[in-house]
Structures are given as C-alpha cells and as structure tokens.
C-alpha cells in the first residue's frame, strides 16, 4: 500500500510562484509514473502535469503549460510541483497521484493512489 502526503502551496499574489510536493511511502518500489492534478471549486477534477518513473519524460496540461514544472527524486520518492506566474485562475485543491502504469498520463481513472489535497490561493 502507498500513502501520499502533500505539503507546500498556501497563498500567493498574482505573478507569484509556489511550491508543491508529494512524498510517497509504503510500497515504493513500484515503477509507475505520479501526477498533479487541481480541482477548482464548481469545477471537475483536471490534469495539471504528469512525470514518468525515472522523471526522464514529462507532460504538462494547457493551463499550466509554460508556468509550471514538475520534477521527480527518485530516491526521495519525492514529486515536486513548481508553479511561476500564478493567477486567480490557478486557486484551486491540488492533488498528487500515482498512476498503475510507468507511462505519463493525463486520465484521472489512470490514477489509483491519491494525496490528501493542497489548497492553492491566488490573490490580484
């Protein structure tokens, strides 16, 4: 069984940048990719960026695209989720995820293991 746990984003102001990151335990051995994906309120569950088991290949969603990086320390079992340029439009409950596959994917049903979830506040 594999826990994730979250810590970092809270508040920033628009233009700002936060940190996420996601620390796994339990059976780590596994070689699958993690995600991020955030949940805004009223609105359903998206796909913010994605990062494969060895953190060679990364896929990053159309909103975050060019604002946000995701990296991964295998050795930590750490996923960590920059976000530069944040705007209101970024608030929002940040989740990590492990995917049952090495691959990167952008399918939430492609996630079996889920973090507690992160709130990110964006002030203009």
């Known amino acids: 069984q594999v826990q994730l746990v979250e810590s970092g984003g809270g508040s920033a102001q628009a233009g700002g940048s936060l940190k996420l990151s996601c620390v796994a335990s339990g059976r780590t051995d596994r070689r699958y990719s993690m995600a991020w994906f955030r949940q805004r309120s009223g609105k359903e569950r998206e796909f913010v960026a994605a990062?494969?088991?060895?953190?060679?290949?990364?896929r990053i969603g159309d909103s975050a695209r060019g604002r946000f990086t995701i990296s991964r320390v295998t050795a930590t079992n750490t996923i960590t989720l920059h976000m530069d340029f944040l705007g209101p439009e970024d608030r929002a409950v940040y989740y990590c995820?492990?995917?049952?596959?090495?691959?990167?994917?952008?399918?939430?049903?492609?996630?079996?293991?889920w973090g507690q979830g992160s709130q990110v506040t964006v002030s203009s």
């Open positions: 995820a492990e995917a049952f596959r090495e691959s990167t994917s952008e399918d939430s049903e492609d996630h079996a293991v």
């Open positions: 990062i494969g088991w060895s953190g060679a290949s990364t």
